[in-house]
């Protein structure tokens, strides 16, 4: 890091000879330690107060004064956090008390777990590791350094959660107990959801963060709507996993393992695999002869998708997005077994849009995957139905865009003033365009203009 930011040695170097100590701390050690890619960087400065450290980085250029309050500066251009140590009272707006004398034991203390509680001396180089977090990362184990301070910030069950998955390491008895035990009710939205993110995006298996939730008795609560699915029979002619939460346990992770660089469209399809079965709670039917059918049940889903992910998220487009391909997750399926022509690809295309019916693809290939009998883990491979759908909304030239619009409001302003009325003309005209594959922008005119003059005469 030094090596990558001389002006960090420069900086250490200062904060030394002026009898304080840099250490790095927090997750740029333990993703050291893992190996990983470090991208957070947080230095914290023990025997140096918030005021001189503040003074001190200035003398090396501007500094961010955001997160002041909270005993935290940042040098412009650097993607690191310069703190010093603190302590933090209970609840959602703690006072924040700083110590820069605190010793190094209580200041890592009061860190969510003990792989997260380490520094390195930026001098040094030496290691600080007083509650054993490197060997919990070789066993793959996750402890609270302290059982009090763990309690104080409820936000750290989820912390738990999305590191379950990230890392795949196990809670220790005494961390399962706390997070049981944990008032979680005072917990905003927005800081839920950006673990719930965390856990989807930088995990191969997110299903471990949610089978953890489950473990300890906290599904129901924190996402009813997926804990009801636990039980929930399924064909096995289909669906040979068991039930409906295994598969879409499988089906997440099957999601994650698909690669993309744009993270909205990652988190729409994680989010639509972890709700995509949603449905199948209140529609699935047993018969005398052990049938099971579950009709209907992406269009019940679609409602159950936005009731779950309101528990997460305030982000209405974002939640009506996800509800969206649930409703439309059978479809690949369907199209392809009822001979469906390309204008009916053009309309799917269109309902998902700005989102593409790759997307729609990658999501019924993962439901496909979900499906493993042996493990916990999703099939691989591929799937001829799917295949096909990719190979049919492709020649339809659909399959990563809508089609254009022929006619735009410049073409008919001749016939129509700017306006509600336009709107509902050029909508319909992209209707019949989809529908009947006019894209000729003559023929289409004359066509719209021949329905709407039938209409004009039919209400007269």
Not at 112 to 123: H, Y
Not at 281 to 286: A, D, G, L, P, Q
Not at 348 to 377: F, I, M, V, W
Request: proline share 5%; glycine share 6%; charged share 30%.
């Amino acid at each position: 890091m030094q090596k990558q930011y001389p002006i960090i040695r420069d900086i250490c170097s200062e904060i030394t000879a002026h009898g304080g100590r840099v250490l790095l701390v927090g997750g740029a050690v333990r993703d050291a330690l893992l190996g990983l890619p470090i991208k957070d960087i947080d230095i914290e400065v023990h025997g140096m107060s918030f005021d001189a450290l503040e003074a001190l980085l200035r003398r090396f250029g501007t500094v961010s004064l955001i997160g002041k309050s909270f005993g935290v500066l940042r040098y412009p251009g650097l993607d690191i956090d310069w703190t010093v140590p603190r302590t933090d009272s209970p609840g959602r707006k703690p006072e924040v008390k700083l110590d820069p004398y605190m010793a190094l034991e209580d200041a890592f203390a009061r860190r969510d777990l003990t792989i997260n509680a380490m520094g390195v001396d930026m001098q040094t180089m030496e290691l600080i590791d007083p509650f054993g977090g490197q060997e919990d990362i070789e066993q793959k184990r996750l402890r609270a350094p302290n059982a009090q301070f763990f309690k104080e910030d409820p936000l750290r069950l989820f912390r738990v959660m999305q590191f379950v998955s990230r890392f795949e390491m196990v809670p220790d008895e005494q961390l399962d107990e706390l997070c049981k035990k944990m008032d979680i009710s005072e917990v905003s939205r927005e800081r839920i959801e950006k673990e719930f993110n965390k856990m989807l995006l930088k995990s191969k298996r997110p299903s471990l963060g949610i089978r953890w939730l489950a473990h300890i008795g906290r599904l129901a609560e924190i996402l009813p709507e997926l804990a009801a699915t636990v039980g929930i029979k399924q064909g096995a002619e289909y669906h040979p996993e068991g039930d409906v939460f295994e598969h879409t346990m499988q089906t997440v992770d099957a999601a994650a393992a698909m690669v993309g660089e744009d993270e909205e469209l990652r988190l729409i399809l994680l989010y639509a695999a972890l709700c995509h079965d949603l449905g199948k709670v209140t529609t699935t039917k047993e018969a005398e002869d052990g049938t099971i059918t579950s009709l209907q049940h992406a269009q019940e889903g679609h409602e159950l998708t936005k009731v779950m992910l309101k528990r997460i998220s305030n982000n209405k487009d974002f939640i009506k997005a996800v509800a969206r391909f649930v409703n439309h997750h059978m479809d690949p399926i369907q199209f392809v077994d009822n001979e469906a022509k390309p204008a009916a690809y053009k309309r799917l295309a269109n309902k998902l849009a700005p989102y593409p019916l790759s997307l729609l693809a990658d999501l019924a290939l993962a439901d496909k995957r979900g499906r493993n009998p042996q493990e916990h883990t999703p099939l691989k491979g591929s799937y001829p139905d799917v295949d096909m759908f990719k190979k049919r909304a492709q020649a339809a030239e659909v399959f990563e865009r809508v089609e254009p619009r022929v006619l735009q409001g410049a073409d008919i302003r001749d016939i129509v003033e700017p306006g509600p009325e336009m709107g509902a003309l050029l909508k319909r005209a992209y209707q019949i365009q989809l529908d009947e594959g006019i894209t000729n922008k003559a023929e289409l005119k004359k066509r719209l203009v021949a329905e709407r003059d039938k209409e004009e005469r039919d209400g007269s």
